[in-house]
Each structure stands twice: as structure tokens, then as C-alpha cells.
């Protein structure tokens, strides 16, 4: 366990004092191996099904000492969101070879919508590795679903007090970056009431402070562009700073927590046809997302069994359309509009509970929410160049049988294609440049990160075949 030391000036502070509980506390011996931690959750068994279909990481051989004393100390809370600033600042100051705090905007009442990057970088590091995948998990986009809120701030706090010791969540930061938004909608959490489990009159708490419903207010994939260009002028601040979150950073898995019920919704959540319900509505990629969904509530020992909150739901996943129709959903807009692949995850019957129920809680979502993390590392990634092994930006993976769902490379030429195990065709395409031949791939996940896959583009313009020979003889020639 890492020794902290305070300053007076900072001990000063209250909120600085629970932390100072938070970091001093005595951790406990979990286990001796990765599998005990499944057993600290009464599941190991369904743990093993779960680590079969994901990456595999190496199991420790010596006890493990894991800090967990945050959930207690001090007494369970729900952070109002000056103490989220607050809690951020702090993982920054003590791991800032970890964390990193930023905002992605304010609300309608000019509060902050405080983040927090997670990932191991090297001593003065600032640019992260190439090919580190970028996962989101962001939580209270109605803003009296809380459940959520709290386990991201655990799994920051999770993350950073246990990078040192505990080999599983080392490899976790030292090959992903994590995005942490507890709070989408910090002006509706402000309006909630702890208990209620349901939501106030007229929707209060649920929406945001203009009495917006912001999982309504996204773009549209099946909307006209008339309709999304009129919605984007009444588009509300907390919606806008998201789109622009999400379109700025090439996230590559993500899961939304809300609640009032317990299951794990995959995209579509509307449908041509428009229904209110019971017909699913696929995307394809179906398989990545079933993975996904299987993943959360396989590892979930209540999800997983699928009765709850007088629904049924087989094995504690539903395609969300099948369940009910929403338009405007932040879900879709992540899998139509990016290349994010997000999960809408509903974690408790009651919306706001107590919160004394936030350590069973923990409990029973940490190994689900370490095991989806690690399916940013499924499929094929790689780097699309040019000859002289420049970055093209903007190049399409395109995946046989997928060809619906391109996926873009980032500005530095990486792409990551969450795949599930099989045999597959990719190819990259790029303006300007010759399409590459078929690459034939055989994923199988049985690897700790993805396959990697690189693509080299020749310039489709002939044109400048004088120009390019005549620098050939001095800068190609090998
Ligand atoms: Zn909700």
C-alpha cells in the first residue's frame, strides 16, 4: 500500500479528511489468485465462464493485498458533485502517473461535468502508447438513477489505490485508458432524493434543469437531417458537451449505468418500424454486443439470473428495442455516429437507494465491470501508414460480413475492431489511396490484448508518378 504524506494546509480540509481515511485505511488479503477475487463475490463459477470469453491475464502466484476500504470509510455517501471535484483532484495529485481530472462542460446550471483519465503512463510521460485502447464508463444521465454514479467513482478510486499491488488492474492501466463521467446530469442529482425509487413529480431529478429528458436528446440515426439539424438548436448543454466528449476521443467500448431495473440493454433501441416494444432491432456487430451484455450480467449474481423488478429478462440481457422504444438515446448515437460500442446498463429496482446498500452494491458489479473493461482488447487493431509510414486518418477498417460498420482510424493511424472469435476479411480504405488487399485474420481472444493487423496504402493518384520516382531514387529506395 502506498504511504501518503499530508501537509497541514491540506489537512485543513473536510473533504481532504475522509480522503485521508479513504488512503490510510488497513487493506485486507483477498485471495491468493485471480480466481479468489470471483470467489470474494460468491461466483466464481460463472466468473470462469466469463474469463473464457474474455482476454486472459495472468494469474498471480503470491496473496494479493487489495485495498478496498473506500467503500466504508468513510461511511457509505453518494459525493454531491463538489466532492466528485474534490475526490478527482486528490486521485490526481497522489497518482499522477495515473489520473488525470478534466471537464467535458457545464450543466444549464453551470456546474461542472468532471471526468477523470485513468492510465499508467511512463515516468513525465505525456502521450500515451500507440494502440492503447480508450474505454468510457459514464453514469446519472437521469439524474435520479445513482447507482451508477457511485460505483464509477468507486472504480476510480478502486483503480488508482490498487495499480501498485494487484497484477490484474496493472494490466488493465498499463494497456487501456479509462474515461470516468460519474455524473452526466449533475443538476438533475441535485434535485433527487435519496430513497425515492421512483422518480418526483413531473419527472424531476430524472431530467435535467430545463426539464429535458437528455437520453432523448441525442441524434438520431433514423431521423431525418432536417429534424436532427431543428433538434440541434434546442440541443441541451449537458447533451452537447457529451456528443463533443465522445466525437473528440476514439473510444472503443463504453457501458451508461442507469436504473429501475436490472439488466444489460444492447443497441438498437428503436427500429424502423417504429414499436413501442418486443421486436429486437440488431446492429451488426450483435455478437460484440451480446459479449458485452453476457460479460456484465454473467459476472452480476443478481442480473444474471434475469427475475427482478417484475421483469424477466433471459439471462439478464435484452436488445433495447425488443424492451421499449426510445428515439434520441445516447446508446445509438455512440455505435451509429463513432466508433464506440456502448452498452446501456440498468443496475438497481430502486432508483435512488439508500446509501447503505452502496457496499453490496460494489460487491456485486466490480468483477462485472473488470471483466467488460477487458473487452476493449477483442478482435484486431493496428496502424493504417502510408509508405513512408506516416499515419492516414480517417481510413476505414472494413470486416467482411460487417461491412455496415466501419470503423475510422484516429489522427496517429490506429483503429481498433472489436471482434468475436472467427475467421474474418479486413481491409483498409483510405481517399486518395489504393484499397489493400483482403487480410485474412483468425481472432480468438485467447491473447491479453488484440490481434494486431497493420495496413500499408499506396497513393492512388498517378499523376505524381514523376514526382514520386524522382524523390523515390532518395527517399524510397531500400
Ligand atoms: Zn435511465
Redesign the pocket.
Known sequence: MRVISLTPAQATCASFISFIVIMTSIPKVIGVNANSTAAANNDAAIADVAAAATPKSAAPSVAIVEDESFITHPPPHYLDNGEISALFGKLQDLFPHLATKYSIGKTVKGRQMHALALTARSENGKKVELLRPLIKVTAN??GD?TLGRQMVLFLAQYLTLNYANVPEVQQLLNTTEIHLLPSCNPDGFAAAKEGNCESLLNYVGRTNAAGIDL?RDFPDRLENQQVTQLRSHRRQPETAAIINWVLSKPFVLSANF???AIVASYPYDNSIAHHECCEESLTPDDRVFKLMAHTYANNHPIMRQGHSCNDTFTDGITNGAHWYELNGGMQDFNYAYTNCFELTIELSCCKFPTAATLPAEWARNKRSLLQLLKLAHVGVKGLVTDASGYPITDASIVVSGLEDKPIRTTKRGEYWRLLTPGLYNVQALAFGYQPSEPKQVHVTNENSEALRLDFTLSPLETNYDGISSFYGQYFFRH
Open positions: 444521465l437521469h438513477e437520453n442507469h436504473g429501475g
